[in-house]
DNA sequence: CAATCTAATCAACACACCGTTGATTTATTT
DNA sequence: AAATAAATCAACGGTGTGTTGATTAGATTG
């Protein structure tokens, strides 16, 4: 049980690390942040933050693991309803993420890398193949154009709607997804 | 007519400059990329470097705004067209995208940053703003967002296209984003 | 052509951040 | 209380930065 639970020490640490480089990352872009300014704003030695990670980019990456890994988890649930419901799926998602919202407006700006984006693009085109399973009349390349297109649509409203301060609700955003990626403009 | 005509040294230098950048970019992001390694693979003193640009990101902006001065340009003809064809538009894109493929398919990559893109989105959401001007039924905000998604959504589909060698024809992607902007899923 | 700009080069500078090391202090576990 | 593990600290050589002033080379004009 020695690896289960860390260090208490070692939790605090990656704790402040990854609230300085949040804090930092909604200033400035993170190709900019420094290891230094990093350890500065968290009250770490320097030697410490390499003794977690190779650079600020590590730690970024890290962060975004780690909320994938949250948000799957909690989605666990909705996945196991057997009628995998891609409305309430996508509501759960919206929710999520108004919960995290200072979090993932620093990991879906302009100043973090794509690899956030690219997580969620990758799990809600999963959820796209699911509901619209395998039709006839398309082409697999044509499919995999189509669940690229909702996806990143998708990721691109919930960048709007985060900019915007999240006026709409999770729900009317996952019908205003569901419209759209269904029908498209003629859906108006 | 003194700057009209940039001294031919000038050019020579930002277009060394510029093509340096943007084969380290085929290797790794700009963040990771130096002012002196883009001044050896051009062979230029790096004073002169400083002389243009405060540095690889002034340099990969002037890139970016280079390139949607010449789509824009030639894009006139299409946008003078008194009956603005979006399918038309969109094809022209595609082409000319496919014309710089080398150099878009770096500024569209994770080894960018989000400038191009977002130049490309917000290019294109006018465009679908003209084709689909007001309609009574939707609100203001709804209509934001309908053509956010459909602009990202026609990017994301051009990065896709570009990263899998451009098998389709410039025609029928514009066509694709025609079908999927339009009626969505139920297009298929 | 010669004189005059102007750009590019070169060497050198102080500076900041980097990534690592070895020794020391502090916290956690047994 | 002893053993283990993490964080601290000071210091290191190394690399890239951004700027400067003097020099060389190229472009432009009369």
Not at 11 to 23: E, G, N, W
Not at 27 to 51: H, L, M, S, W
Not at 86 to 98: D, G, S
Not at 143 to 167: D, F, P
Request: charged share 25%.
């Amino acid at each position: 049980m020695s690896d289960k639970k860390q260090d208490g020490r070692i939790k605090y640490t990656k704790m402040v690390l990854r609230d300085s480089l949040i804090a930092l990352m909604r200033e400035k872009p993170i190709a900019k942040v420094t290891v230094t300014e990093i350890c500065q704003g968290a009250d770490i030695n320097r030697a410490t933050f390499y003794a977690h990670y190779a650079d600020p980019f590590a730690l970024l990456s890290s962060i975004e693991n780690e909320m994938m890994l949250d948000i799957t988890e909690k989605l666990g649930d909705a996945f196991s309803l057997e009628d995998t419901d891609l409305p309430a799926i996508l509501a759960r998602v919206f929710e999520y993420i108004k919960e995290n919202s200072v979090v993932c407006s620093v990991l879906l700006s302009d100043m973090s890398d794509t690899g956030f984006q690219a997580q969620v693009v990758a799990m809600l085109a999963k959820q796209f193949i699911v509901e619209w399973t395998t039709i006839k009349s398309i082409s697999r390349e044509d499919a995999e154009y189509l669940y690229t297109y909702a996806a990143i649509g998708c990721v691109g409203l919930i960048r709007k709607w985060l900019t915007e301060g999240m006026k709409k609700t999770p729900e009317s955003m996952a019908e205003l997804v569901m419209k759209l990626s269904n029908r498209g403009y003629s859906a108006f």
